[in-house]
């Protein structure tokens, strides 16, 4: 497969992001919102 070097924009990288993380289970998701959470206090 070709590199997609400068083919996506960025909001289609975030698209992707996206559709990724709706894969997510509830127990992953909850984990990265407290990952978040933590970072944000940082």
Known sequence: ???FDNKL???E???VVEYFK???SA???QY???E???RARN
């Open 1 to 3: 497969m070709p590199p």
């Open 9 to 11: 924009t960025d909001a």
């Open 13 to 15: 990288i975030r698209a």
């Open 22 to 24: 709706s894969l997510w």
């Open 27 to 29: 127990e992953h998701r």
């Open 32 to 34: 990265q919102w407290e």
């Open 36 to 38: 978040t959470q933590k």
